[in-house]
């Protein structure tokens, strides 16, 4: 009967050891989350701010007014389409941190952690598909401008916007990347890293 008692004992002992062991691992997992997202928001701000310096810079030098185009109208769109995607970023990583509370259920942190991961994919996917597009207007563009054409209909002009495009985007793709490996891997790593774990105690 001692026997049988004391092996209940171990038993209960060992339950409660686990169940406070799971709650401090949830209580860290909810930490290393909301700080992964406090960095993506510090960041964010950093890269606004170099977007607000660059386009001022760039006003001071373009004081001369040049006629605006279809073209011209489509990259002013798309630079602040690229402007306006860390502010939204940013208010959607807010958004989950305070979503994000001491008493949440597993379910729950999961999820958040989730959105923030889907979010700095589409954010860093939608960064770059812009980029490119901003950068391809940009070329053709100049040479639209070289030629004093209003359209590319020679074959040569063709081949030099085919490899001028194939150039930028391997310069920029790597260049993005660079970026993206600088300042959003880590966190993105510690996201992924803490859905699994959240995963494993469900």
Known sequence: MFS????KHNKNHKNKVTARSREELLSTLKKTTLKSLKCIVI???????????????????????????????????????LFSLPIVFTGVCIWITQSIKKDDSVINLMKNISYA??????????KLIIFLFVLYSAVYETIIEATNL????????????????????????T??????KLLYERSLKQLTKNYHTVKELL
């Open 4 to 7: 049988l008692n004391f092996l």
């Open 43 to 81: 960041v964010n701000c950093f890269v606004l701010l170099f977007y607000v310096v660059a386009s001022l810079l760039v006003d001071e030098e373009n004081v001369v007014e040049e006629e605006q185009n279809f073209l011209k109208s489509l990259i002013d769109l798309l630079n602040i389409i």
């Open 117 to 126: 991961r889907m979010c700095l994919k589409i954010f860093a996917f939608s």
């Open 150 to 173: 209003t359209s590319i209909k020679n074959t040569f002009y063709y081949t030099v916007l085919i490899i001028c495009c194939t150039f930028i985007s391997i310069v920029g793709i």
């Open 175 to 180: 260049f993005m990347w660079i970026v993206y």
